[in-house]
């Protein structure tokens, strides 16, 4: 499903979980596992599940919140899990009320306080109408507090209604964008000489380098808005062998659709470019575009968007470009092979992960947004969190959540989502961006046909294709 054409396969290891690990003690209180003790590395769901419900004195840990609700998922669906965490808390309003009464106004302003956090970091959680059933039961079942309590919650409220207005609106453009694009591609998979001359050119379009990695920092930035940190679970979702029932998701394909239109984009990025330098007719001009993106990735690489850098030089490395020898011998090259070292994917992408880590403290540490930009290569996060998957596993031999496990992916995933946060610091040029979500592509084999007219068949191998593409 994320495949890219540079096809790159990193191989992540993860310590197997030790069988031996003892499960945290069912205590008398949600907090019994948290509370000063050691860090939960593994315990049953249903522990799990009552360390999450505040009481008058206690309230879980911000980290602890997100890990649990990121991964719950995987063993339990999320209006399943609001369900069960209602009954919890009338149990424990019960609970309190048994005891004194200022207890209870303690725990609704906290109850609050932990749906406040599902909506605002899973809001698509709440596009299920069961989810929102689910939350107004729990609020109108807690003991109603004072009147700034109800002014919080109607807050609360209009602040999701609001998320998921712009979930779907950004689905609707993502669609309408992706529909446009498919439907050129198409036409001009169906020509078998030479494609026509588009009649636009990026650098017809725009020719400062700057301003173009501007631009694409700004594509970059936009997908990263409508990730939801549920899709990386999701992406990896298997049927848990220990559970009998039901894969959670359903509607697998609507759980994952940012991530994989941000995928999408990558790989149109890369045609992009192949396509800009394989079109011109003239050595000369083909090489002038080479230059051109040689440019345009080094200003990616110093904003901090690695994501297009990648698609870049991916792009420029796709068969019907790099098997242009006399484009290339025309053009100036040495910062082109600079970036490619900064990308190698020898030792795990060493060279990466230290430019990555470079940009992730200028972040924690800068004054502005500029600084603040941190556009990870996408496809090898993704990867980092599926070896993560595939290498640990859900549950221990005797049951309990491998809960060591979702912490570290939950601090990827939490890491990431501090990035996508940043607001874009560049002005918009919209002539640019409507050309790079729009502009005609060549298919893969009018890549190669536009490469062959331009520079002929060198062998045996490549005489043939070009004479099956005609």
Known sequence: MFTTPSGFSPHLACAEPEEEEEAPQEGPGPGACLADGPPITSASLDTLIHNLVPTADYYPEVTYVFTFLLSARLFIPPPELLSRLCELCIKQQQHSTSIQAYLLRKFGPKILQLLTEWTETFPSDFRDEKMVGHFKDIIHRIAPCDEAYWKTLNQVLQKLSQRLALIGQG???????????????DKLVAFKTKPPPIQKD?????????????QLTHVELEHLRHIGPEEFVQAFVQKDPLDGTQPCFSDQKKKTSNLEAYVRWFNRLCYLVATEICMPAKKKQRAQVIEFFIDVARECFNIGNFNSLMAIISG???SPVSRLKKTWGKAKTAKFFILEHQMDPTGNFYNYRTALRGAAHRSRTANSNRERIVIPFFSLLIKDIYFLNEGCANRLPNGHVNFEKFVELARQVGEFMTWKQVECPFEEDRAI????HTAPIFSEDG????????????????KDRWKALR
Do not use: F, K, W
């Open 433 to 436: 961006l409507h050309y790079l």
């Open 447 to 462: 890549l190669y046909l536009a490469s062959y007219e331009s520079e002929s068949p060198e062998n045996q191998v490549e």
């Open 202 to 214: 990026m650098l017809s379009i725009c020719n400062d380098p700057y301003t173009l990695a501007q």
């Open 171 to 185: 689905e609707e453009r993502r669609g309408e964008v992706s529909l446009n694009a498919s439907s050129i591609s």
């Open 316 to 318: 420029m490395n796709m």
